[in-house]
């Protein structure tokens, strides 16, 4: 919503520490001369990061530094001319009495936990604003919403201001298409500020608080010609990717949105003047000025008249969510004819599905508020708009071996085993809170499809238990290769053995009890090991790993380098589609891979930064560098075709990019 600055979808994303285990390459085996990066964010203050992180060889995290911040600031504002409260309100034409202006005051209780006072506005040149005061009155108490905070809203309470956040909808610096911006101001000097604390967990570099949740993008930042670090341009965007006729590009738009004022999820007070009744018709405009800034696909009614605004057409892959669709079908349909807003508006899918239950207890609460921002043309089923579109990512994986990088495996892995989904505290707490129905209804779906999601005495499972991850199943060298249990969760100690070996074949394992224990072979076939992961107090279920050892390799694993990769993404069956092609309708995907002339790109530092932010190193199996091409993601390659099938096992010509990508990967993916 854009009430808050980020909110529910996605929850604590504990951070798998990355297979650490790859060294040196000049001999025989894989000890890999570089390491992929390890990170030790984990725990509760990575509420309202990304998923990925962009996490950095350093194992910093790049979406949450201060670089980032800097680059997204001077993206959005080049001259400084909104560094300040003072100043955004006047370049937004706050108190001009002109446009359209308009006040309400909540309470935050689903999400963030503040009471809320927020005016928004329209101009006369079509740009829209939103100011919100947060505050937050509930001290030496557990953080929650607090019915204190609400009234300290209502009345403008200063003690407990806690933060000021501010979003427009306007051009880029260069005049492009509209889009929207975050800003956080420091409620005391007003001075713009790089990083906020929304959740009493430690300050996170903007935008990625606000945007995580607002459908925004965490792409790693890109170097110029000089070196200097600067937001991409996203290739789909509206206003402006390379070739397209929309425009040059403007960094700095996220592909964030502003999310729809959900008013049965609010508090409100009982003082004269801030009911829910008598600021319904306020809410209604301020559901109106935010339904003005959503593109109007071709199947869509416009929702608003043209008195109010004029929702210009979108272009090809542009967002294809449901954000606007909720804000007309709450009140009413087409021209919006209700007063008041519906609290109980769900897609018609859901229910003639025989899914009523779980979209209300599970989609709606927890889920629909960030989803239905995300997506495009391309990848709209993330929106959840529909039961197949949820179900789409609740598919059981199938045989163990090899194990295949799917997506559709992902509500399990991120809402039951890492815990990073819901994205903001409150939501996870309400989720798993003792009352809540939502994770017997989620795990009634998950277990119909195959999950083991409750222990033996059939309760639900819930993250922080020790899952083991031995890694991805792999090619190797004969000789020495150092293995690593560090994607493994919540664990801290680890028991490693061999499970099977070629006949003949002698192989060893040294400290099999580490969590880098080097396995050597010198006889080429198949090896199976197996991982059991603990903490003290609990064990996982044992996790095994694949590893096919070959003494032809004809490029060693800890020799892949980025110009191998780039000369593989040069095939036809990625420059099909990814090309900049002016003045086309077809959609066209985030990254391309040459220039406008069709040509293989050559600003490498630029390229090589693109395609290392496609790699999720806290969740290899989430990273679109390995699920797009095998087809295992939305819009993706085809897979056995252009060497990318992971079904097939290490080591088969139908999946010979595919390892050559993942053992880049596991070599720290180096330039």
Request: hydrophobic letters at 40%; glycine letters at 10%.
């Given at each position: ?6 909110i ?32 030790t ?27 980032y ?7 959005i ?24 202006q ?15 006072r927020?005016?928004?506005r329209?101009?006369p040149d079509?740009?829209i ?12 108490s ?19 201001l ?10 880029g ?23 906020v ?23 790693a ?6 070196g ?13 990717p390379?070739?397209n ?33 008598e600021q ?53 349909g ?6 008041a ?12 599905s025989g ?5 209300q ?11 239905m ?7 709209s ?30 509500i ?10 819901p994205?903001a ?25 195959g999950?083991?999601v ?9 993250p ?37 070996s ?32 603990s ?5 996982s ?44 309708s077809?959609?066209t ?5 040459a ?14 930064a693109?395609?290392?932010?496609r ?7 989430a990273s ?9 993601h ?13 079904t097939?096992l290490?080591?088969?010509?139908a999946?010979?990019?595919?390892d050559?990508?993942l053992?880049?990967?596991?070599n720290?993916?180096?330039?």
């Open positions: 919503m854009i009430y808050r600055c980020a529910a979808c996605a929850g604590s994303i504990m951070l798998a520490l990355l297979l650490a285990g790859c060294g040196g390459g000049g001999s025989g085996g894989d000890i890999f001369p570089s390491q992929p990066p390890v990170s964010a984990t725990g509760s203050d990575t509420f309202l990061l990304f998923p990925n992180p962009q996490v950095q060889p350093d194992a910093s995290l790049q979406t949450n530094s201060l670089a911040a800097q680059a997204y600031y001077a993206a504002d080049p001259a400084n001319a909104k560094d300040t409260l003072a100043k955004w309100k006047v370049a937004n034409g706050f108190d001009t009495n002109t446009g359209t308009v006040t309400v005051a909540f309470g935050d209780s689903r999400d963030l936990g503040y009471g809320r927020m005016i928004g329209r101009n079509g740009t604003a939103f100011l919100v005061e947060n505050y937050l009155a509930n001290p030496g557990a953080y929650a919403f607090s019915p204190l905070s609400l009234e300290a809203a209502v009345v403008q309470d200063t003690r407990w806690f933060l000021i956040n501010a979003i427009e909808f306007s051009r610096p260069g005049g492009e298409v509209s889009f929207a911006k975050f800003f956080n101001f420091d409620p005391r000097t007003g001075a713009r500020q790089l990083t604390d929304l959740d009493l967990r430690g300050e996170k570099a903007m935008p990625g608080p606000c945007i995580t949740c607002h459908g925004g993008r965490g792409d930042l890109v170097p110029d010609a000089t200097k670090l600067m937001f991409s341009v996203v290739q789909n965007s509206a206003s402006g390379r070739g006729v929309q425009g040059p590009g403007a960094r700095g738009d996220v592909q964030a949105r502003l999310a729809p004022f959900e008013v049965g999820a609010f508090q409100f007070s009982t003082k004269s003047g801030f009911t829910r009744f319904e018709a306020a809410l209604k405009k301020m559901n109106e000025l935010v339904l003005c800034t959503y593109p109007l696909s071709m199947s869509q009614p416009s929702g608003v008249s043209s008195n109010t605004c004029t929702r210009r057409d979108a272009v090809a892959s542009e967002w294809q969510g449901t954000a606007a669709d909720l804000i007309i079908n709450a009140y009413g087409d021209g919006l004819p209700a007063a807003y519906s609290d109980t508006f769900m897609p018609p899918d859901w229910s003639t899914q009523t239950a779980l979209y207890n599970v989609v709606a609460p927890s889920c629909r508020a960030c989803h921002l995300r997506g495009s043309g391309a990848q089923d993330i929106d959840l708009s529909t039961f197949d579109h949820f179900q789409g990512y609740a598919i059981f994986p199938g045989a163990e071996y090899p194990k295949v990088q799917m997506f559709d495996d992902r399990k892995t991120h809402v039951i085993d890492r815990g990073n989904m994205l505290k409150i939501v996870y707490d309400t989720f798993w809170s003792s009352t809540s129905p939502a994770p017997q209804t989620l795990a009634t779906l998950l277990q119909s499809r999950f083991t409750r222990d033996a005495a059939g309760k639900v499972l819930q922080g238990r020790p899952i083991a991850d031995p890694g991805p199943d792999r090619t190797i060298n004969q000789g020495p290769t150092i293995l690593s249990a560090g994607a493994s969760l919540f664990a801290n100690a680890y028991a490693w053995s061999i499970v099977s070629p006949m003949g074949a002698v192989p060893s394992l040294t400290s099999p009890n580490s969590a880098n224990p080097t396995f050597s072979a010198t006889t080429d076939g198949v090896y199976v090991l197996q991982l059991v992961a903490n003290g107090t609990a064990q279920a044992p996790a095994r790993l694949a590893l096919v050892v070959n003494s032809l390799l004809s490029r060693p694993p800890g020799q892949v380098h980025f110009s191998d990769i780039k000369n593989v993404f040069a095939s036809a069956f990625c420059m099909g589609c990814h090309l900049p092609t002016p003045g086309s077809t959609p995907p985030p990254v391309f891979f220039d406008d002339q069709g040509n293989l790109r050559t600003d490498d530092a630029a390229f090589y693109e395609i290392r932010s790699i999720n190193f806290t969740d290899l199996a679109p560098l390995l699920r797009k091409p095998s087809g295992h939305h819009g993706g390659g085809p897979g056995s075709f252009s060497g990318f099938d992971a097939a290490p080591g088969d010509l999946r010979a990019n595919y050559l990508v053992n880049w990967i596991l720290g993916a180096p330039q």
